[in-house]
């Protein structure tokens, strides 16, 4: 194992963990899906089956010693990619092999959050406008929570504003689907790379599955 190699896995071993730092039921917990009722505006979780691997020991998934809470903003319409964001942050998450999961949540409150936090795993969410769901106070004391929030936009439609002030990172619908000259998807691995850095080095560079979609 050369330097660089053996200076990347003293980096990850201090950021993840074999064990969770929360209490993590092996996806059959009051946060899981039954999926007899699931609907459109489920809020529960849905670990597909490379997530679930991570209660095999074997499998090489970690928890984070710091889990992160990342939302994935837009307005309520489509057309702004923001279902695209939403799947690569998850998909670099678990590439990467570091617990994760994965919410749509209408109405955030800091009770719901925290639930949802006590896995011990990163929390990832979507949501849309909050100015119809919670006072401006209570928007105002979930933000020490958020490690990120990715708000994405697109030309000729107006961006919400109220999330707009709380982004760190604004992702353009035009910069998602941009090619270059010979085809190629220069804008997803452009977004990928960035967030690469901004996850951590241990998650993959690339997210290049067909089944990401940029309608929304």
Not at 85 to 105: I, P, T
Not at 135 to 159: I, N, T
Request: overall charge neutral; glycine content about 6%.
């Amino acid at each position: 194992m050369d330097a660089a190699e053996t200076a990347k896995r003293a980096r990850l071993d201090d950021r993840l963990a074999e064990t969770t730092t929360g209490v993590d039921p092996d996806c059959k917990g009051p946060l899981d899906c039954s999926g007899s009722r699931c609907h459109d505006e489920c809020e529960a979780r849905h670990l597909d089956p490379v997530e679930r691997m991570r209660f095999d020991k074997e499998a090489g998934f970690r928890y984070p010693k710091q889990p992160t809470l990342v939302v994935t903003a837009s307005r309520d319409m489509g057309r702004t990619a923001s279902t695209w964001v939403f799947n690569a942050v998850r998909l670099l998450f678990r590439q990467g092999r570091e617990a994760c999961d994965s919410y749509w949540m209408r109405q955030l409150t800091q009770e719901k959050l925290e639930r949802r936090m006590s896995t011990g795993a990163h929390v990832l969410v979507k949501t849309h406008e909050w100015t119809s769901e919670i006072s401006e106070a209570d928007f105002e004391k979930l933000l020490p929570m958020f490690s990120s929030v990715v708000v994405s936009v697109r030309q000729g439609f107006p961006p919400d504003p109220d999330w707009m002030k709380a982004a760190t990172h604004v992702i353009h619908f035009e910069d998602i689907v941009a090619h270059d000259d010979a085809g190629k998807k220069i804008g997803r691995e452009a977004f990928c790379e960035t967030w690469r850095i901004t996850l951590g080095s241990g998650v993959s560079r690339t997210v290049t599955s067909s089944k990401l979609t940029t309608s929304s």
